[in-house]
């Protein structure tokens, strides 16, 4: 991968407060010398999400999540390690130096990308200025007849392509290759000719939360066999189930105004249409199932998300799994019911803002919503179906967040069907239960690992976390048998031989992500937040930890001993061996009673 100079990534750092940075994706309360926040990475209503600001690092103390101001923001833009660094030396205000050992595949992957990100671009201005060309007036008509306001018009780049051939003369003129212009998904290739994808169409950029242009939607302007609505192919920049539409002007809203909720709908229109209105909290999944990048996409903006589909019963029905991963990530789910028949976009035009506004008002809880659609599904005047319903309905209750929301749900499913909420209560708690099994993470990592790792973990913690009890430790006598330890202990080593302060985002560097030593270092991070590693008792344990690691170590080695005594037939070797095997089990004796 391409590598940077270490130089530059830690005066980057250095001028980075990793605070200031995290606050900017989601609210944070200090307690003690730390930050806290429920996790952006894994469901949980305790905060258990730590930012260290002497540290310059995170840790998770649930689910493990950990790093340094590039991790967190590469995980929260969903950027490459490049790309992120671009990012935040921009905001530094540092130049990005030279990439140094750049792979030629690497470098070739980037150059493409960077000049499809061109590409797309110049196409969105090329659409800009074909719209106020003067010779659109198919897609000014369909503009006033939608009734969208210019300012809007501006706000989402709305633009114009006139036909099939232009956009290609346009991008070749302007020097790109026919392979990069083709790569983009602008353009299509149809029997050895360059065409325009969204020919005739009227154009929504689709912008990312970088505010860079990555695609396109394009709507047809009159009957035709093609489809009304469509999209630019995936590309090396667009990936449609980690998109959403409007998410550039809502992160903008973020930064104006604390955003309690956002509204998820289905297209471009409806979205410009509650944008219009003044609903700014708006974003659109452009049709396709929810999937959990945009789950957690959604998640950096608010904790709160209204479905607002289609109001016809196959859009009622829809995307019940995709419902679910919004839930799973830890978002509160509700649904916008809509008149029959109608979409965002036709409530607003039927009934105005005020309209739209009380249907938000009614939005029902996910749970409520499930009921609804299962009821439709039944006739209640049939004894058979009101029992297979009742049935049904009790399972999906029993899932239920809390008793008090069981029983609101039980009284509901009385009123539908007649039966008497003690009966319905009985196969309450007759149903199997299907609540999720939650865990501590941290208790599960740390009773998987033996003693002496334990011990381990606890010696290297106190040591790079400069607890009062290590000041006088000879790190160079510990003998650690783990690899991220020694590698640990030689950089606390170095740092003590220079006097030099532990930075602790430094460690990151050590380990590649998703490793098993990677995995290690945020096991050890556990004890980041202080409170293990302080007081009498901990001392006792730093103590007894160094003994364990030293007798340890000095049991492997006569072990080994004794291995060869069994194996060797040299009389002498043997002897040796024994002897030393003496020697070492004085030394071990000489530890435990604490004569160093």
Known sequence: MPVLDQEFLR???????????AGGYFSLEKRGSNYWACCPFHHEKTASFSVNESGQFYHCFGCGASGDVIKLVSEM???????????????????MPALAADSGRTAELKRRRDAILKIMNDCAHFYLDNLNSGKADAH??????????????????????LNFTDLPAYL???????????????????????????????????????????????RVLKKTDFAKYKNTRETAVFNKSKTLYN????????????????????????????????????????GTSLTQDQARLIKRYADTVLISYDGDAAGQKANLRGLDILKGE???VKVVPLPDGLDPDDVIKQRG????????????????????????????????????????????????????????????LRDATGYTYESLNRDLAAAPSQLEIKSDKREERADSANASLKAS?????????????????????????????????????????????????????????????????????????GAGLTGEVAEKYYADSLVRLRTDFIDGEIDELSAKITSSDDVGERKRCAARITELLKQKEKIKNGVQ
């Open 11 to 21: 005066t980057l750092k250095d001028k980075l407060n990793i605070v200031d940075v």
């Open 77 to 95: 833009e969903s950027l490459d390690f490049i790309d992120t660094v671009k990012l935040l030396a921009g905001r530094a205000g540092l130049q």
């Open 140 to 161: 000014i008509q369909y503009i006033l007849n939608r009734k969208i306001p210019s300012g809007v018009v501006r706000s989402f780049g709305l633009g114009a392509s």
């Open 172 to 218: 070749l003129k302007k020097g790109y290759s026919r392979q990069d212009i083709v790569d983009s998904g602008a353009v299509n290739e149809v029997d050895g000719r360059l065409v325009d994808a969204q020919g005739g169409r009227l154009i929504f950029p689709i912008i990312n939360a970088l505010d860079e242009v990555v695609a396109f939607g394009g």
């Open 247 to 286: 998410i550039n002007l809502l992160k903008k809203l973020k930064r104006s105004q604390t955003i309690r909720e956002v509204i998820m709908v289905e297209g471009y229109m409806d979205t410009i249409s509650l944008y219009s209105s003044g609903f700014r909290n708006v974003v659109a999944s452009m």
């Open 330 to 332: 830890g978002l509160n």
């Open 353 to 412: 803002a005020d309209g739209y506004r009380r249907c938000l008002d009614a939005a029902m809880p996910l749970i409520d919503y499930k009921l609804s659609v299962l009821s439709k599904g039944y006739d209640l005047t049939k004894s058979e179906d009101k029992r297979r319903y009742a049935s049904e309905a009790i399972r999906l209750i029993k899932t239920a967040d809390s008793a008090a929301e069981q029983e609101d749900l039980l009284k509901k």
């Open 457 to 529: 973990r606890f010696v290297i913690a106190s040591l790079l976390f400069g607890a009062d009890y290590t000041r006088d430790t000879d790190v160079k006598g510990i003998p650690f048998t783990n690899q991220i330890h020694q590698i640990l202990a030689r950089y606390i080593l170095s740092k003590r031989l220079m006097e030099e302060q532990v930075h602790l985002s430094e460690i990151f560097e050590f380990f590649e992500e998703n490793t098993p030593e990677y995995d290690e270092l945020t096991r050890i991070l556990d004890y980041s937040d």
